[in-house]
């Protein structure tokens, strides 16, 4: 079966770093993908990783290990407006997104 | 930029009416659209893919006859929820998947359906 892991909640502090893991495993593997949602609203797309290595996008970093099944989101200068809930979803090989349970940010100030 | 609408962002139905929500890609060609549905603190269910001019695929377990999908154009997809329950009262999204690019899908602002 297809699966996606992350953990169901984090909190971090207003400025900290904070990193949100996935792993996963699926029939093929066409990007992997970061969303962020807030409370009540659709999903915002933050970032797209295909290769192997780190994407950075401002604030927002996200790496890739295929070989490892694993990518990361870091988020750097935490502000309390990304309390959210982080997205991964894995694009398999029919190009459908698989999508995790999400990680719950809380943010404290 | 990638703007998708949706109309109407809220709606409450009674038991046994039908409700149609409509998905607009505004500054894109969507040849492909999706449904999600959504509960509460859960992740995003995907009900059926959508493409234009042809038979939306719904996944296992989707009533294709409760929820009726439309896409007409290349901008403008439907979800018809038919004969509607309190138990279809959820928050249903959709996306479109630009042509070119990497497959990212841009989300509508959902709706929030309840049915009493």
């Known amino acids: 079966g297809q699966n996606i892991d992350q953990p169901t909640e984090m909190t971090a502090t207003e400025g900290a770093i904070v990193q949100i893991n996935c792993t996963y495993q699926t029939s093929g593997f066409n990007g992997l993908f970061w969303y962020q949602q807030h409370a009540g609203e659709a999903p915002t797309f933050l970032s797209y990783n295909v290769l192997d290595g780190l994407e950075e996008k401002g604030r927002f970093s996200s790496f890739l290990s295929r070989s490892k099944g694993y990518s990361y989101l870091l988020l750097k200068e935490l502000q309390m407006k990304d309390s959210a809930s982080y997205l991964c979803a894995v694009m398999d090989s029919n190009y459908q997104l698989i999508w995790g349970a999400g990680t719950k940010l809380i943010i404290k100030p | 930029g990638a703007v998708v609408s949706q109309h109407p962002s809220r709606v409450i139905c009674k038991s046994g009416t039908s409700v149609k929500i409509e998905c607009r890609s505004l500054d894109f060609q969507a040849t492909t659209m999706f449904w999600y549905r959504q509960f509460p603190k859960k992740s995003l269910m995907l009900m059926a893919t959508?493409?234009?001019?042809?038979?939306?695929?719904?996944e296992q377990g989707v009533e294709k006859d409760k929820f009726l999908i439309n896409h007409a154009s290349l901008t403008l997809s439907t979800l018809t929820v038919t004969s509607a329950h309190p138990e279809d009262s959820s928050f249903y999204i959709c996306?479109?998947?630009?042509?070119?690019?990497?497959?990212?899908?841009?989300f509508g602002p959902g709706t929030r359906l309840t049915v009493t």
């Open positions: 959508s493409n234009e001019g042809s038979k939306a695929t719904y």
């Open positions: 996306s479109a998947r630009k042509v070119e690019g990497h497959y990212e899908q841009y």
